[in-house]
Every structure is written in C-alpha cells, then in structure tokens.
C-alpha cells in the first residue's frame, strides 16, 4: 500500500496528488506537498477523484449496435468494422474528434491515425473557438502558443487582473494562488458582469453591464494612453505595432466607454495606473469549450504589452485552460491545419519533416473541425469517430445523427454512447503511463497505477490496433516510446522523455529543447532577444444593448453546481451531491436577478417567470441574489438544453458559449 | 522508563511486526512528502521524518470504506447481506503528539457516547500505540496552544523521545511495559527523564511566532465563539475565503463527519461506502425538500469553527477539537486555517487593509 504520485486529471490546473491502489481500486487521494503548483492544495473535485476512478460506470468492452441495440463484441471484430468503414470513405467524409482528456500520447497517435493512416486532415478539438484563439494570439505576440507566464510566478506578481472567469470555481487552485498573492500585499482587479467569489477578494471589482469586457479591457488601454502611463521604454525596445494599437484606441469617447460598460472613466483610470505602477502583473481568463473571444484577448494582450508587463519575471497574458489536457492536445496537432507544436501544414519543411518519420505523403490542405463539419448543410461528413467526449456535442443532435457510421472512445459510459453505432473501451488513465500538459505548459508524467479492468486495451495499444489493422506498421512497445516519437518531430517537445519527466518532480514546462533542456518557465523577452508583436484589433464594440421592448441582459455562465456538463461529476458521490445541490432546488433550470429587478417584476424565489428574447423564450424559476446587478439576469450554463431550445434557429448566438449576451424581457407568470 | 540505543530503535518495531501490521512514518522519494503508512519492513520508518502530510485518522476511518455489500435479485429472493469488517492488530509506530490526541478524539466521538460505532471500533481493536515525542516543531505547528504536544501525555502504551545517543522510552500501558521486558531494555535513569523534560521545554521555545502569539488567544476565541461574541462580519471575512474543497476536514485528526452512499456494483449487487465528508459542503446540511440551515458558506464556515473551539463541542472530546497540527492551514486554498482564524476573530476586523 504505497503512496503513488500523479497528476489530477479534472481541469487544466495539473495539481500534484499522491494515491494508494490496491487491487483495482484507489483507496485513497491526497495532494502533493511540494508539488510546484499545487503545492498541497486539492479542490472539491481533486480531493474526490478516487470516487470517479472506482465508477462502475466504464465501458468494459467493444460494443456494436445491431438493430437499434448495442450488442458485446470482440477487439478484432470491432477494430475491423471501424477501419473497414473508415477505409471504404474518401478522406474528406472522415472526421476525428479529440479529447482535452486523453493524454499527449494518444492525442498525438489520433492525429497521426487521422492524418497518415485514414489520410484525412478532418481532426479537433471541440473547443474551435476558445483556447485556439487564445494560441493564435499568443503565438502570433510573442512566438509561443501558451501561456506567457507561469503559475509558480503569481506570488511575484504585483497586480492581477482576472477578466470574466469564475476562476476559484473553474481553477480553484489558480484562484488560490492570486488569493493568497492578495493576502501577501498585491493588488487584484477583478472584471466580471457577475459577483464571483474573486470579485469578492478582491481590491477592485469593475461591475460592467453584460457584453462589455472587450470595451472594459479598451476602456483601461484608452486611460493608460491618455494619461501618459505607457512603458514607452519597452514598447520602443521589445515591440511592434504599437501605434496602429494605439490609433485605434483615439477613437474611443470616454462617454461610450461609460455608457455601455456602466463603469466610470475614474476607475478605468485607477485600474490603468495601478497596473502601470505595478513591477509585475498578470492577466487571467478562462480558456476553453466557451472562452473570450479572439478580438478581446486580443486587447487583454495588446494592453499588457503596452505596459511593459509580458516576457518579464512575474508577468504575463495566461489564458487558464478548463480541462486537463486542452493545452496538450493543440500540442499535438489536434487541429485541421496543424501538426504538432504548433507547427502549420502550410510549413513545407515540417511536413517534409513529418513524411520523412512517418513513411507517407501528408495531405497539405488543411482539415475541417468537427463543429464545422457538422454544421454543414448539406453535410459531407459519413463517419465520425469522438473520444472520451462531454455531452455537449449532443446539442449537434440532429446533425449527428445524419452522419452514417459514429464511433465512440471513451473509458466512462455517458448519453453520447446513444448515438454510436459502435463503442470501444479505453483503460482509465491510471492503468497507463502518459504525460499531460497543464495551462502554463507544464507536461507532467501520470505513472501506470494499476493493471486496466476487464482487459480493456490501453489508449496507445487500442489507435496502435487500428493502425496496424488499416495497414500501417505502428510498433511501440509503449507511451514512452510514443513520446519520443513526439520529441522527435516537436521541436517544443524536443528534449522531453518519459526518463526525464519520471526523473523530474513536479513536471517540465515547454519548450524545452537544446537551449532549453530543463524546460521554460516563462516567456523570457530579454534572453530570448526577441519582440513582442501587438495583436490586430477590431476597433469595433458594436453588442447586444437592451432596450424598451427587452430591458435586462441576460448572460450565461457556468455556476459551481455545474462542471463541463456534468458527466464526470456524476459518476461520483460528494462532488456529486454537491454540483446537483442547486439542480434539486431548480431543476428547471432558473434565472439570477437582482433584488431590484425582483421587487420591480414582483416575484419572489422560485416563482417561475418567462424570459423572451428576440430569439425565442424558455420558463426558468427566479433565484434572487445580490451578485447580479440590476438590468443583468444571469442563466448558469448547466440550463444548456433549455437556453438551446430557446435559440433554436441562432446558432450564432449560442456558439458565443459564455460571452453571448442576450436582451431579453422577464415576465411573470 | 527505559532506554534503547538510537540506532536500535527499529527493534521494538520489528518486534512488534511479527504480531501487528505495523504504520509508521514514511518519506516518500520522489518528493519528500512524508506519510504515515503500513510498512512492509520495518526499515522504512523513519522517525525523524517531518510531521506525516496527512494524520493516522484513515487507518482507523478511511476515506471510502465499504461497511457492507448486499446482494437482492428481486421478486421473493432472498436479501443477502454481509458486513465488512476489519479486525486486524496494527502498530502505529512514531506517532505525533498531535495525532494521537487526534484519535482520542475520534474515540470519543465514535465510540465514547450513547451509540458506539462498530465500524470504528472493528479497525481501532486491538492497537499498539508508539508515540514519538517532538523535540523541535515544524513549521505549521501550534500544538502549545491546544494542550497537545510537544510530548504525548497518555494514550500510549509507549513513548519514545530522541535523546541524543539514546531513546528514552516511556510505557505507558501494561502491554507496553511487557514488551519492554520482553526485549530486556536498559533501565532510564531519573537524569534521563530530566533530560527529556529539558528537551521538551527547549522544544516549546522554538515554535513560530504565530503559535507562541496565540497561546492565551486560543482559549480566549473559545470564549468568545461559545459565548456568540465573534463579529458577524468575521465570519462573512472567512466564507468568502472558503473554496468549498473540504480539505480542512479531511485533513484534520479530529474530523469525523461521514457520509453513507450504496453504489450498485452489477449483478444486482451493492456496496455500501462510508465516506468522508465536510461541513463545507453545501450538500452536507441540505435537507431533504431542498431546506438548509446552513446554505451560506459563511454559516458552514462558522459551523467548523465553532465545533473545534466552543466549549459545547469541547465536552464531546473531554477537549478542544483542534490538536494544533497546523493541517488545515497548509491545505487551505483560502487562508483561514484555524491559526489565520484565531486570528481574524482576535483583532476583530474584516477590513482588507486592517488585517
């Protein structure tokens, strides 16, 4: 009964834990002291992980669905109808959906099944929008698709920004860290159109109207320029593109900027000068499924650049990834254009790099995503093959089941199974070595635990089958040998080895390579020699407003009762009882107003009202509460089907995931 | 009193070996964290390891323990149900100060009231008790404030104490004594117990300053926390600190709150857990209906505080609650570990820049 090291597995964080196995079973969990991030802490889901593990839920061996039920099967029998399907496809009605959960090891055998054995560039992630935009501007500023600074820096920074993310909720442990910075003197400015519990801890909380964090970001740029506060020693040496920026900022009005913010220009102006003054600071915001978008992490980036605040000890722009592996999973070329490392399929001499390794010839043009495929109308997509998936892609529920053949991989049972034709297990990831990589690009290496349950093949020996049946010869003894592969072709990943990793307590965060072969901890401007690049702006802050007919703007949000759909959560007792706490008392889902709005609607808790919008209007009860302002109302995410339902017909609307700001009207009932 | 040569220390466990399992404390390799565990061999204890990352409390009340599994096929079948106890002699070797005043605590909860818990009792039967006296505190460390440590009292059955080439050893219990006999230990004499006292007291002069500062304020917050006199904005200070993650619970020696659930196992099976739970939970006071005395984390906040430090709860444990390890401050993702919360409630304010 030894204690074992691994990593936490629920959101992006990458906390250390240690746990005790016997037999089959995790008897117990417990965080790692010294590990460099957690640093002993575990959140409610953490603490708990060992009930999720233990589910008897799994999926415990390949299933076919014959006449509308799934019926058991065999490995071969299973692997052969999938590649034989796959096979008799052309390329472009094929498509892959990764997981931000698996490891770095099977997202990068997924991209390469996809890409070299059933040729198609057709492979994401589910999270098109967010964390990619995220890297897009990242990589595009500064040369590194990741988080710019790391989170065993919070404590140096001076002053911390946390723009619209419920992040003690989402990231406990990262909403700790700028907690307890707080307590050690710095300063947080917490932005957010809903009291979250940082708002709460923190020095400042700008209140804005729903819709208005780009405006909010611009609004403090605007002061920061007016009033003379610009590092202009920095942006000179270590930037391009500041005037462009800059330009776009004069034609911003102080009184817009108040107007539809709700925000006085004085407290921009406070924000802006306690940022400048600061040595050090950070900017946070959530990543992931529905992140900001790319036009206003564009101006979070754009204003730390301005003040000198990127590529120094103790800064940084770190967008916080909400699942485990999101940031591994780009890593690994989980995306229609690219290969691993961030490296395009429009990079001649990464693709020449890549067929030499693989044997084949890559198709260079780049892939669709799944969301995009499916979207299509009429859809070309006939086979779709999703990994260890959350519901939500059942919102997709027409169109999925438009596509011809789905397989679904996955270790847990959940309601997608309903629309496979057939399902493959995959171990649980303690049954296996595999490394994930965190949101400040920390890969840190899970050891095999414990043998896998019912035979179930492990992820790597499940894609390696499937290769080899298609007719490629794949032959790795193991994930350590996959990760060499990785280090091979990904010059971040270069000097990166499961030796090294088991050798090196806590993780090691990219690139780590020649220059650097213990790894980054941070983007480091002076040594690196290089510049930063300001991100192209709109300029445009055209949002939902209300107005007569619909008066209050509604936004939508993930509460602490709910955690990415829900799924895992579940299948556990605690976490459970806790994220369903707030759907026994609404289970139809409820609107936050505040007291104001209340009184002036008349309603009182729990009495059921009706919102409208322009789109359509769904029945939600009221929950009174203070952290909603008046002329806000606010919808937790996890009231997903019903707010779907009421947007039937505006896709758009709903893809703007948590930044959909919507008028509506609310009336009694 | 008796005495053993420091490098022979591991013999009384190794003794103890061949008629328990024996737990001691263990540092875990990779990272230096120190657990106190079931042994394999004898050797991997090591004594002067720092205090263990998590107290014993699971070895008597684990995490998730199935207490029973029941079998019903339906229809006129027959219910078969089987508890799951499990008695097994176990040694814990080199046990702090703190975390055996831990464990009387769970005994008096579990055991020492109207309904004895026979779960409890099953895996607390037959124990043997190694105490290990601190002659310097760590870091976290408040035991002076909580009348716990540095030396164990009573509760052992011996009690060991680094004393330069020599361990001082206490027996505290008849079975102890035995088996100092049985290894025919040298007899201490009295300037070796003077020595340890003197060990003892030096030890008491080296904790932190926090702990030091709130030797009187400790009984002084229990007055105040019982008597109700602790600021409603106090408690709103600490509840927006609280990540709800229940790590103070589940690390604290003296923690005994559970939660019972029936998971379906297949094959119309189930097993019965009993796992731990945490009065920060907001699911731990809900009642059915969806009513809750305590849906404010605030409420819940004050609930914890008010079970370790008022003298209602303290005539449950014949003591103060808290033990004074210092566990629930470093676990904290807030900072209201019951140090930083003696704290708060002593200088009474709630502002920022006051505190």
């Not at chain 2, 019965?272 to 404010?296: F, I, Q, V």
Request: glycine share 8%.
């Amino acid at each position: 009964m030894k204690q074992q090291p691994g990593v936490c597995t629920f959101c992006g964080t990458g906390c250390g834990h240690f746990m005790q196995v016997t037999g089959t079973a995790v008897e117990r969990v417990f965080p790692s002291q010294n590990h460099p991030v957690s640093k002993g802490r575990l959140c409610v889901r953490g603490w708990n992980i060992h009930e999720l593990l233990n589910t008897a839920q799994t999926i415990n061996r390949p299933l076919i669905k014959k006449n509308g039920q799934f019926a058991d099967a065999s490995y071969e029998e299973a692997i052969a109808l999938l590649v034989d399907t796959l096979k008799a496809l052309p390329p472009a009605a094929v498509g892959f959906l990764a997981s931000p959960r698996s490891t770095n090891e099977e997202q990068f055998l997924l991209m390469k099944l996809a890409r070299a054995v059933f040729k198609t560039n057709n492979v994401s992630l589910s999270s098109d929008a967010g964390h990619r935009g995220c890297l897009n501007i990242l990589s595009r500023g500064t040369g590194m698709a990741g988080m710019t600074g790391s989170l065993e820096e919070i404590c140096k920074a001076e002053f911390l920004l946390v723009a619209g993310s419920d992040i003690t909720k989402q990231n406990p442990i990262v909403g700790s860290e700028i907690h307890l910075a707080a307590q050690a003197g710095a300063k947080i400015v917490t932005i957010d159109s809903r009291r979250t519990q940082i708002a709460k801890l923190s020095n400042s909380f700008l209140q804005i109207t729903p819709g208005a964090l780009k405006l909010a970001v611009a609004g403090i740029a605007k002061c920061v320029v007016q009033d003379g506060l610009i590092d202009s020693d920095f942006v000179r040496s270590s930037t391009k593109g500041f005037e462009e920026f800059s330009a776009s900022l004069t034609q911003l009005s102080e009184q817009e900027i108040t107007a539809k913010t709700g925000i006085s220009i004085e407290e921009f102006k406070q924000v802006a000068k306690a940022l400048s003054q600061a040595k050090t600071a950070m900017a946070f915001f959530s990543s992931g499924i529905s992140g900001l978008d790319e036009d206003t992490i564009s101006y979070i980036f754009n204003l730390f650049a301005m003040t000198g605040k990127i590529g120094k000890e103790g800064c940084g722009v770190n967008p916080i990834t909400g699942i485990n592996n999101l940031q591994g999973g780009y890593d690994m070329g989980c995306a229609p254009d690219l290969l691993s490392g961030f490296q395009s399929l429009s990079d001649q001499a990464a693709v020449k790099k890549f067929n030499a390794a693989w044997g084949v010839e890559l198709n260079i043009t780049p892939g669709r995503s799944v969301s995009e495929l499916l979207a299509e109308s009429p859809g070309q997509l006939k086979a779709l093959v999703v990994i260890d998936h959350d519901e939500g892609l059942i919102r997709d529920a027409a169109a999925l089941q438009k596509v011809d053949f789905i397989a679904y991989i996955s270790t847990y049972k959940n309601k997608f199974m309903d629309y496979a034709h057939m399902v493959l297990p995959v171990a649980r990831y303690i049954a296996e070595d595999g490394t994930f990589t965190n949101t400040d690009r920390r890969v840190q290496l899970s050891p095999k635990k414990l043998e896998p349950q019912h035979n179930v093949l492990p992820g790597w020996k499940l894609f390696s089958r499937i290769a080899e049946k298609a007719g490629a010869k794949w032959s790795y003894a193991g994930p350590a040998e996959v990760m060499d592969e990785i280090a091979r072709l990904t010059p971040t990943y270069a000097k990166l080895s499961h030796k090294k990793l088991a050798a090196t307590f806590g993780g090691v965060q990219w690139p780590c390579d020649e220059k650097n072969p213990d790894g980054t901890r941070r983007l480091d401007i002076k040594a690196a020699g290089s510049s930063i690049s300001f991100a192209k702006v709109s300029g445009a802050f055209a949002g939902p407003a209300a107005g007569k007919d619909f008066p209050y703007l509604l936004m939508i949000g993930k509460a602490q009762d709910f955690w990415h759909q829900n799924n895992l959560m579940r299948k556990t007792f605690i976490p459970m009882r806790e994220y369903n706490a707030t759907l026994l008392d609404y289970p139809e889902g409820y609107v936050e107003i505040g007291p104001d709005t209340a009184k002036a609607l008349q309603v009182r808790n729990q009495w059921q009202v009706k919102v409208v919008s322009p789109y359509g209007e769904m029945l939600l009860a009221v929950k009174i509460s203070d952290d909603v302002k008046s002329h806000a109302a606010y919808v937790p995410y996890f009231a997903r089907d019903i707010i779907a339902k009421a947007l039937t017909g505006h896709p758009e609307i709903l893809k703007q995931g948590e930044d959909a700001t919507i008028p509506i009207r609310i009336e009694k009932v | 009193m008796y005495l053993i040569k420091k490098n022979d220390i591991l013999q009384i466990a190794k003794a103890l070996s061949t008629e328990y399992q024996v737990y001691g404390p263990v540092i875990e390799p990779g990272s230096g964290q120190t657990f106190f565990e079931k042994v394999d061999d004898v050797s991997e204890i090591n004594l002067s390891a720092p205090i263990p990352a998590a107290p014993p409390k699971h070895i008597v009340f684990p995490q998730a323990d199935r207490i029973l599994s029941y079998r019903y096929a339906g229809g006129n079948a027959p219910v078969e149900m089987k508890p799951d106890f499990k008695e097994t002699p176990k040694a814990l070797f080199g046990l702090r100060s703190c975390d055996l005043t831990g464990l009387q605590c769970l005994d008096r909860f579990f055991l020492g009231q109207e309904f004895v818990d026979e779960v409890y009792r099953s895996l607390r039967k037959k124990m043997f008790i190694v105490t290990n006296t601190c002659v310097a505190p760590f870091k976290y460390c408040f035991c002076v404030c909580t009348d716990s440590g540095p030396a164990a009292e009573e509760g052992y059955d011996l009690n060991l104490t680094d004393i330069g080439d020599n361990f001082l050893i206490e027996a505290g219990s008849a079975k102890g004594k035995a088996l100092c006999e049985k290894l025919q230990l040298a007899k201490a004499a009295d300037k070796d117990l003077a020595e340890k006292n003197r060990l003892v007291d030096k030890s008491i002069t080296l904790f932190e300053s926090f702990s030091t500062e709130s030797k009187a304020w400790v009984s002084r917050v229990m007055n105040r926390i019982t008597t109700g006199f602790a600021k409603e904005e106090v408690w709103e200070y600490v509840g927006d600190q609280c990540f709800e993650c229940g790590a103070c619970s589940f690390v604290c020696p003296s923690c005994s709150c559970f939660n019972v659930v029936d998971t379906a196992t297949g094959d119309c099976s189930c097993d019965r857990l009993r796992t731990w739970d945490s009065c920060s939970y907001e699911g731990y006071s809900r009642m059915a209906g969806g009513h809750n005395p305590r849906k404010p984390v605030e409420d819940r906040r004050n609930k914890r505080f008010f079970c370790k430090l008022s003298y209602s709860q303290s005539k449950k444990y014949l003591r103060p609650g808290c033990v004074g390890c210092g566990r629930c401050d470093w676990v904290c993702p807030g900072d209201i570990g019951m140090p930083n919360v003696v704290k708060y409630i002593r200088r009474e304010t709630t502002s920022r820049d006051q505190l």
